[in-house]
């Protein structure tokens, strides 16, 4: 007998009869002698619809009053899953945030859960019923009601599979596993059985929407084992674990991409300590997220510092630069909002020279300029020109075989 | 300065504007100095909507699952109302049944409140902030979600007020206070200043539909002074309390009248004791309610006894007396669906002879013939054809003055 946590998205609850699917799922599972606790978020829409409400009254929400409304989004979906079980003759119970409870700290719209009372969970369990409870969702030490932010049903679940000592927290996607890289871009993309939580991670934060990062570094953190499945078809997903693929395994796990990025370059800035903080400085201020940097010393003692940013975020940015410009006495601002990064990600890397050369001769033979270049220890990302993606994807997909099973 | 509960129900509440003119008219009073609860009913058409899909997955659905669902309605009010209060810097703060929190039995879908606890409102209403409260909820011991059935959101409003020892609880509705009878009926009804509790509880259990009878039994218990006023125009309402009018009150108040009865006779039964329990226990059994009741004693030693029902449970009694009726030996069973009820309500009767007499009179003179009569202290009421409902109305109005001020 297992106990598992599994966690289903608003798609995958986003009509009556898909939560009765849901509720097949669950049985099959339940009849089979596991113990399930079944985190839910809202019904696809039902969100946007309550923030809309909101919106309409107040441009900006009150943090707390906007907690205590979009909350009732998964409070609704509990009390149908609960139902659609005990219809076929599965007994549960469905539990909020605040009755399980989960308690976070009070930073609306965005809590960290502080601690999960399991007891009545347990109760649940020990008799036999299945525990339905909401994501997204806790309480304060004072009673208010909290949300989690973006991702905040993953986090939930992952939270509650950590405090359980779950064996395997289930997150329910539309999508049937991780891939190798995007079938849409690489329709030779193949489902990875495992990868690791560094490597998820990575992924996720190279663009590979999955999973939200906070669940993987949470998942990672509490080493609760995550599988990623389709609601909609069989299959064994992927888990992502610690545990490494051993001897055999590749390199490369998969190839990452991401089509929002943008650079900007400040070229001749005379070159003293401080600089960077200097062009960065005011970048954070107004909020804006860097994510590469590179920065190369040229002959004449001045820099050349590059930094890529969300493409949202591109004009914002330029101007912000360009009065640092004139500020350092640089010679000028250049920028490029048509590129994309591309990355290979694997904790093969680690172990095995040569990763880094395979990746630029396999572009430089298609003919692909690398604009910049990026690592860290399990993964490396070049920025390349966004008409270049597609191919870069391919070609690196095939160079590290990642159409071949690795199993 | 003045302490008082204000209660919305759903039509009041039913779009973020008249959401946003609730707030209005909560700021106006909260500017005048006054310290405000507020509690509110779901949005109109919305518990509907929740009960809709719980039938869409439970025919019967489970009534604890039931009450986590339909008590999202009265949250996202609450929390809409708040941001409109805050929104036009009326300082504000929402509760649900939970978080006041407001204690009841474990009888789901129709839970009775044991008791309330007053440290988080009166904190709140210390600071000058508005008091928003989730009406029609609550929360057993075991911290389960409870809702308390029809009417809930008023009883809701009289219980905080009682335990608030508020100076008034108004009831904001569609109509502008209590009427001598249904104005659709006779346009000369004219809005009552002031009614007894007892006055308006046998209005309101004879077909007034202004206020729920639990709310009203509960402020007579508590004395709250309840006053009935229209969220949408300007005036000051109906106001309920103990107080009568004094030496120049009228005999009568107001005239109700109750259009879904049927009635049933069962003629011929052999007298002996215990023939009424005989006859009633099995209307009983099927959760039929039985409202008037009279028995005659015919000369050859068998009664004929009758009584009426709601119009939709006429054929089910019909069916089960007639089994009755062949169990006891009767003679027969009819009935008639076609009848309602009429009555006269005023605490003045009570001191006065004669009025049973003017009431016969008066509809007499108009050819109506009375089928049934029933009296109470305060109250007589009468079963007549259902055609001469209107003229049985306007002529007992007349008879008894109540197109004349009374005040």
């Given at each position: 007998m297992a106990l598992y946590v599994y966690k289903f998205g608003g798609t995958s609850v986003g009509s009556t009869e898909r939560i009765q699917a849901v509720a097949e799922k669950v049985k099959v599972s339940h009849d089979a002698g596991n113990q399930l606790v079944v985190v839910v978020s809202a019904m696809s829409g039902e969100t946007n619809r309550l923030i809309a409400l909101a919106k309409d009254i107040q441009s900006q929400p009150s943090a707390r009053e906007l907690d205590v409304l979009v909350s009732t989004g998964e409070q609704v979906t509990i009390a149908l899953l609960a139902m659609a079980l005990e219809e076929i003759n599965c007994p549960a119970r469905s539990y909020t945030g605040n009755q399980v409870k989960i308690l976070t700290d009070?930073?609306?719209?965005k809590a960290r859960i502080l601690s999960i009372d399991e007891a009545n969970m347990r109760k649940d369990l020990a008799e036999g019923k299945v525990v339905v409870v909401a994501g997204f969702q806790g309480v304060d030490e004072n009673g208010n009601i909290t949300t989690l932010g973006r991702g905040g049903s993953d986090t939930t679940g992952v939270a509650l599979a950590a405090a359980l000592k779950a064996d395997e927290c289930h997150i329910y996607t539309d999508v049937d596993g991780v891939y190798t890289t995007d079938p849409r871009v690489e329709p030779k993309a193949r489902r990875l059985d495992k990868i690791t939580f560094e490597e998820m991670l990575e992924m996720a934060s190279l663009g590979s929407k999955v999973l939200q990062i906070r669940s993987v570094e949470f998942a990672g953190k509490y080493n609760v084992p995550l599988r990623v499945l389709s609601s909609f078809k069989e299959g064994a997903g992927t888990l992502i674990t610690y545990e490494e693929s051993g001897m055999e395994s590749a390199l490369i796990s998969g190839i990452a991409f991401n089509r929002d990025e943008a650079k900007l370059t400040i070229n001749g800035v005379p070159d003293k300590p401080g600089v960077a903080s200097k062009i960065l400085g005011p970048i954070a201020e107004a909020n804006i997220e860097v994510d590469m940097i590179v920065q190369n010393i040229a002959d004449d003692d001045t820099t050349d510092f590059t930094f890529t940013v969300h493409r949202n975020d591109y004009q914002k940015a330029k101007t912000i630069l360009e009065k640092t410009c004139t500020e350092l006495g640089a010679r000028k601002v250049t920028g490029d909002d048509t590129i994309v990064k591309v990355s290979i990600v694997g904790v093969g890397m680690r172990s095995h020279a040569g990763i880094a050369s395979t990746m630029f001769d396999a572009l430089a033979k298609e003919g692909i300029n690398i604009k910049m270049i990026s690592t860290s220890e399990i993964k490396i990302s070049v920025v390349v020109d966004e008409k270049y993606l597609e191919l870069a994807v391919r070609t690196l997909h095939k160079a590290f075989e990642l159409d071949q099973s690795n199993s």
């Open positions: 009070d930073s609306y719209t």
